[in-house]
Structures are given as C-alpha cells and as structure tokens.
C-alpha cells in the first residue's frame, strides 16, 4: 500500500476549508472585496463605484437580469445570435450537450475541432491533430471544469451562476498563419467607446487597445503585454464596429462587451461578456481604470 504523508491531507483540508469559507459561507460582497484589493491594487468601493472594474463588481451585485444566463452559456448564446442576428455569424458547433466527455463522439470528429465548456472561460482546449492529441490530459482538464460552479470560483460572475454545466464541440477556426485574431468591442450605455485587438492565443498572448478610429491607447489591460509592431487597421472594421454595436443593443444595457473574430475577411461572433476580466484586471496607468468607469453610466 502507497504511504501518504499527513501533511498532503493537511495541505487538502486547508486547501477545502479555504474554497468553503471564501466561494460558499462569506457574503458575495466580502469575497468580491477581498479578492479585488489583492488583484487590483486598492480598495473597492461598492457603494460609490467610480472605476470600471468597481463598476463592475456593481453590477455582478445588483445587475440580475435573467437574460445574462442564456447569453453568458456559450451553447445557448448560438441559438441567440443565430436568432436575433444571423447564423453565418456563428462558429459552427459540431457536437454538444455532453456531461461526460467520455460521451464525446471523437471517432466521428474531424481532424481538427475545439473542446469547451459552456459556463466558463478557461478551459477551451484546441485539437490541431487527432493524432498527436493527449485525451487524457483533455478529459482531466474539462471534467474538473465541468464539476466547478464558475460563480463561485471565478469572483461571482452572476450571469454563469445558472447555466447547465455541459462540454461542446466547435469546428477548428484560424486564419492562414495559423493565428485567431479577435476583437473585443466595449459598449457603454449603447456606444462602443474601445477595441481591444488580441493574438497569440494559441502561444503568447498580446493586445492593444485602440479607439473607434483605430487610434492606439496607451494602455495595457491585465498581464497581457502589447504587440511589438504596427496592428493594421482591418479592412472590414467599420462593418466589425456596426455589427458589435448592433449585437450590444439586443441586450440594451449599461456594459457589455461584444467579442468578435475576423478570419480571412469573414467576420465571426465570439461571445457576450458583461465581466471583463471579472473585474479584477488591473490598468497600466490606473488612470484608464477610472476613464473607462466614467464611460459606465450605472444609472441607465
């Protein structure tokens, strides 16, 4: 029999009692403040919010409309846009509704195709080849996903509170180069003020944050570092800027931010997210935090 050391169950039940205490028994508003001093940088003012991260540990408080469910569950949010919007828009979806991912019919996928869960964020997985893919390392990975309420481990995002935890398939997306550039459209109050241009997903991610005239901010959003050169302005921008603008008004709300991939010219929808970084992604200079917030008008 394989000898376990005390201290390895001392280090799980501190480990249990700790995601007990902070993700189930506090006050969402305490776990939220606690978590928003240690990534941010300073305290966080619910009662007053000012900045655009405080903004919207606000709105995951007070903001409880139940459309947010449908739109936050990326299987649903397809049947949404496809609705409302237009199916060409959408990534098809190649297999979904899995609880299990051992349910997954891999025989029948192709070579290429990209694993996710519905409710969170983090743990899309991408198949390149069959052939040289870890299922295990996959199956480990979506599985402890699906078993875990985002809500609770993610700063109480309220929108994947209610979501049916399940995996899905999506059809392999990227551009030539082999890169999937996307762009993250933020509209306050129903005008899109900010683009954040991202790359590198599949190796190291960068962005660049730019306004509606393709301006360069000088602003960096998170860990993620800049591009070392010039982003070219897409050459379909103004239609990307018209169709998030127009995605953003079936929600009519006072944040979201509409995600959107151009891939060879052809423009695809991403998701709907009304949680930036959860609202603990710090600005560099902070002074962008509170110019973002002044754009967040919470009382419309």
Known sequence: MKHVHP????????SRAHDLFFYYLIPDSWEIRYRFKKL?????????????????QWIKLHDRNPLYTQLTDKLL???????????????PTLAGGFSSFDDIPFD????????KCNHDSKSTIVCADKNSFDFQEAKQKLEKALHRNYYHYNGKPWGCKNIQRS??????????????????????????KVVFYFEGRFNELRSNCYDINWNLLPVVWGTR????????????????????????????NAFVRVDLYDIEGK?????????PGGGFDAFDPIEWDFTFGKWLDLRS
Not at 77 to 91: A, D, M, R, T
Not at 108 to 115: D, G, S, Y
Not at 226 to 241: G, Q, S
């Open 167 to 192: 995996i899905f398939v999506e059809k392999y997306m990227a551009e030539q180069d082999g890169q999937l550039r996307d762009y993250k459209f933020f509209v306050f109050n129903g005008e899109c």
């Open 108 to 115: 029948e996928l192709p070579n290429q195709f990209v694993l």
């Open 40 to 56: 941010v940088g300073y305290s966080c003012h619910l009662k007053n919010p000012r900045s655009f991260n405080e903004k919207i």
């Open 77 to 91: 949010v397809k049947e949404f846009v496809s609705k409302e919007f237009g199916g060409e828009y959408v990534i």
């Open 7 to 14: 201290r390895r169950y001392y280090r799980l039940l501190k």
């Open 267 to 275: 423009i695809y929808f991403g998701e709907y997210t009304f949680y």
């Open 225 to 252: 570092k800049n591009t070392d050169y010039v982003v070219p302005k897409p050459a379909n921008f103004e239609e990307m800027l018209a169709i998030a603008t127009k995605l953003a008004a079936l929600v009519n």
